[in-house]
């Protein structure tokens, strides 16, 4: 593909840890509206699957750790030599290795947690407004969670770097203004495997709190992220949106 064949058929996105779930749920739909997608993740062979079900001419894939420096460079500047721009940002790769009190939660796990929730999150956003948002404008999309909203018992570190990435999608919508806008959708649980831990075999049960009856998936989170990125949100920036099927209107309960 050219540039100008890129350029003719809709904008660009970078979706990173897009290989399955969340992720590839939001290039899917993005893709099905005539943008480009660049997906990264760890897992080569899922990347390279992905971009065969989503149309090699539609999509590249980038594999890496989100972490790495060298490979946000690398992503960016891919997207940029096969598309010719990276109009959009969505930061969904996240990790969340441990499940306990974080009053016993090992440091070393907690830095892995927030480097590649949080900080990866930042060093993307740096690459694209380097690379064409500076000059073009755009708009970027962090995944948070509602983990990050309010206490979260027995993933305290994953609900930390979630805090952290809200906040730091205020700064990024303060500096970036006007030309890039910066939001955040803060999920409650989406049926993926990421999640699996906290529903499977208990799925009625985790399910009992959610007014609308039943738990997210892909598809909710990936409509959310698709509206914030387009010219219908064009007023909208530095704001956390939550998904949670009604879940906080049990708080008091």
Do not use: C
Not at 61 to 83: L, N, S
Not at 110 to 126: C, D, I, P
Not at 163 to 190: C, D, I, K, S, Y
């Amino acid at each position: 593909m050219t540039t100008e064949d890129a350029r003719a058929t809709g904008k660009v996105t970078l979706v990173t840890g897009a290989s399955r779930g969340i992720g590839y749920a939001i290039a899917e739909a993005l893709v099905a509206r005539g943008d480009r997608v660049v997906i990264t993740g760890r897992d080569a062979t899922a990347l390279a699957e992905a971009v065969e079900r989503l149309g090699a001419d539609r999509a590249l894939g980038v594999p890496g750790k989100a972490h790495d420096e060298a490979h946000q460079a690398a992503a960016v500047e891919r997207a940029m030599e096969t598309f010719g721009r990276v109009d959009h940002l969505v930061n969904n790769a996240g990790t969340n290795p441990v499940f306990g009190p974080i009053t016993e939660t090992d440091l070393g796990v907690a830095r892995k947690v927030y480097e590649t929730n949080v900080v990866s999150a930042l060093g993307f956003a740096q690459q694209t407004w380097r690379a064409w948002q500076k000059e073009n404008g755009g708009a970027i999309v962090n995944i948070g969670s509602i983990a990050g909203l309010s206490a979260s018992p027995f993933v305290g570190a994953y609900g930390m770097s979630k805090a952290a990435l809200a906040n730091l999608t205020l700064q990024l919508a303060h500096e970036m203004a006007p030309g890039v806008r910066v939001n955040t959708v803060a999920p409650a649980v989406v049926k993926t495997k990421f999640a699996a831990a906290l529903y499977e075999g208990r799925e009625e049960e985790a399910t009992a709190g959610y007014p609308l009856g039943r738990l997210g998936a892909p598809e909710d989170v990936a409509g959310a992220v698709a509206f914030l990125l387009s010219d219908a949100a064009a007023w909208i920036t530095g704001q956390t949106l939550v998904l949670d099927g009604g879940r906080f209107l049990n708080a008091a309960v």
